[in-house]
């Protein structure tokens, strides 16, 4: 991929996100408005936010490798996402909202107390790191091999550009490219699917090529032990990872909280059929890939199917995508420093401008640490080992208790610690030194069943032990206490904060349609110039002008209610 049309199209694409991302520089006022949106983001578009949150180039090069391999049982793991963000939406996503807390460790701090919520601190940030980092890892892989060059210099490059609108604008700025990425990935993928059958003969002939077993449920080593514990983890983690939480508790309600998980819930039904087919159908057109070159799938079906710019545009949503996963894991993890560790512990008297400037230093700081994850990727074995790996040790150490704790008025500090301390040192041990010292090695499914299982039956045993006791936490008596005085304090909110809360929100709505306006006619130019799709093309540029309308139409909806200077107010029909 040199040719000019696609350089062209990732350097005008990359230029315009990083400018929407200085369009936010000046509209963070506080840690509200800078990490949570002022907690009044349209449920749509936190819904949205919240999938781009879930989706990166990763998801094409882990779960596309599990496609060219095994087939639709990609798409049955995916599923289980689908599932655990239904429990979400109906359980979760409205007790979080519920909560007042602006993030999750702020929750831990008010339900369990400091020291729980420094050690998870630790340990969400390490792993943050961990998991963010390993998703760069494959987007710079697909543009140094796309463009024949080094893929150090490209994990760095990239790196550097992922976060830069992060810093600079916070939540606001990542859910508006959030919004353009899916947008423009899926005008990809909608342009890239027909093409990829053409090359087979269309959906008959693919189906009539691939193995026997291709169109099984599950295959290989995806048993139904690991399905079934995915769809545990997957509850845990869409309802209780720190990132996704601030999707929730940034909307208006615990209703739209849980419209948020819903709308999730939809795209999550669908999209894997669609992201998943191109690489099973790579099986048949080359079914010689082993090892780690089963990650190269995608891009390799893409660049022998699309035609230039369009193949520009594919790798600018794949990387883009995960520069959305990534900047949301930033914004949170940046969200936890400021307002959990230098406010809550170094600095409580802090002024906004003060905590602004560290908010935005410490997004840089965790993304250089993320770029540093990404080199040591390769040698980790691959993006699917290290984050099925990851997700398996830490999901239910570090999300059961506190999910726990959002429902249970027993669970105490000290029991929080002894659980996720045991269930961690043994998830590492059978990780790490089972097959050192005692030879043997647990399977995916098992991995995955010890991972979520033993954290879960110790929550349940110490439930029921403390139920048949009558103990309720002394834990629990100081959190209602606090979440009223929360409570009391959200009711008082100036005049002039709702104003800027939705002045910005406004702000932010006019940008994504203008976002979509663009991105229209970006795709609407390519049909001209492409050999090769530019009737689809050219329609799925009509589509999303159309669609740009929605975020338009709900801006005009915020309006002024009284404009006098002394009760200037604002109401909403979002």
């Known amino acids: 991929m040199n040719t000019t049309i696609d350089t062209a199209v990732i350097v005008i694409f990359s230029a315009f996100v990083l400018a929407i991302g200085m369009l936010f520089a000046r509209t963070g006022r506080n840690l509200k408005s800078f990490f949570a949106g002022g907690e009044a983001v349209p449920w749509f578009i936190g819904g949205l936010s919240l999938f781009m949150s879930f989706f990166s180039a990763g998801t094409f090069v882990a779960w596309g490798s599990i496609a060219y391999k095994h087939g639709w049982v990609a798409i049955t793991i995916q599923w289980t996402m689908c599932i655990g963000a239904l429990v979400t939406g109906l359980y979760l996503a409205p007790r979080w909202k519920q909560t007042g807390a602006l993030t999750a460790a702020e929750f831990i701090r008010e339900r369990l107390g400091t020291t729980v919520q420094k050690v998870y601190i630790f340990i969400f940030t390490l792993v943050s790191l961990f998991i963010k980092g390993s998703v760069l890892y494959p987007v710079a892989k697909l543009v140094s091999v796309s463009l024949n060059l080094p893929l150090v210099p490209c994990t760095i490059g990239l790196g550097f550009f992922m976060i830069a609108y992060t810093a600079v604008g916070g939540l606001w700025a990542v859910m508006v490219t959030d919004i353009l990425q899916f947008v423009v990935l899926s005008a990809a993928v909608f342009i890239l699917l027909p093409l990829s059958l053409n090359r087979v ?32 983890y997957h509850i845990c983690y869409i309802g209780g990872n720190w990132t996704f939480v601030q999707r929730y508790t940034s909307v208006d309600s615990p209703r739209s909280a849980r419209k948020v998980a819903f709308l999730f819930a939809g795209l999550y039904l669908i999209s894997p059929v669609i992201w998943m087919l191109p690489p099973m159908i790579y099986k048949v057109i080359n079914p010689s890939l082993t090892g780690l070159d089963t990650e190269n799938a995608y891009l390799m079906i893409c ?50 401008r003060q905590l602004i400037r560290v908010a935005r230093g410490s997004s840089w700081l965790f993304g250089l640490g993320m770029i540093g994850i990404a080199l040591m990727v390769p040698a980790a074995g691959g993006i699917v080992e290290v984050v099925l790996s990851i997700s398996s040790i830490s999901g239910g150490p570090l999300l059961a208790p506190p999910l726990w704790a959002l429902f249970s008025k027993r669970l105490t500090s000290r029991a929080t610690l002894w659980i996720t301390g045991i269930s961690l040192t043994a998830n590492l041990f059978f990780k790490i030194l089972a097959p050192l010292l005692l030879g043997f090695k647990l399977t995916r499914a098992e991995e995955t069943i010890v991972g979520i299982g033993l954290p879960f039956l110790m929550l349940l045993g110490y439930e029921m032990g403390q139920r048949s006791k009558d103990r309720i936490a002394q834990e629990y008596q100081a959190y209602l206490i606090a979440r009223q005085q929360k409570r009391d304090d959200a009711q008082a909110e100036s005049p002039e904060e709702a104003l800027a809360v939705r002045t910005q929100n406004r702000f932010g709505l006019r940008v994504i349609s203008g976002s979509l306006v663009f991105t229209a006619l970006m795709l609407g130019g390519l049909s001209f110039l ?45």
Do not use: H
């Open 201 to 232: 003969g269309g959906l008959n002939g693919f189906v009539q090529a691939v193995p026997d077993d291709f169109f099984n449920l599950l295959n290989g080593e995806y048993t139904f032990g690991f399905v079934a514990a995915f769809v545990i």
């Open 303 to 352: 660049k022998l199917v699309l035609p230039p710019g369009l193949l520009g545009l594919m790798l600018t949503g794949m990387y883009f995508s995960t520069s959305a996963s990534a900047n949301t894991a930033l914004n949170v993890v940046s969200a936890v420093f400021t307002n959990d560790i230098y406010k809550g512990l170094i600095n409580p008297t802090a002024s906004d």
């Open 530 to 574: 492409t050999t090769e799709g530019a009737g689809i093309t050219a329609t799925i540029s009509a589509v999303v002008l159309v669609l740009a309308l929605i975020p338009w139409r709900a801006a005009q909806r915020v309006q002024l209610i009284d404009e006098t200077p002394k009760t200037e107010q604002f109401q909403t029909n979002l």
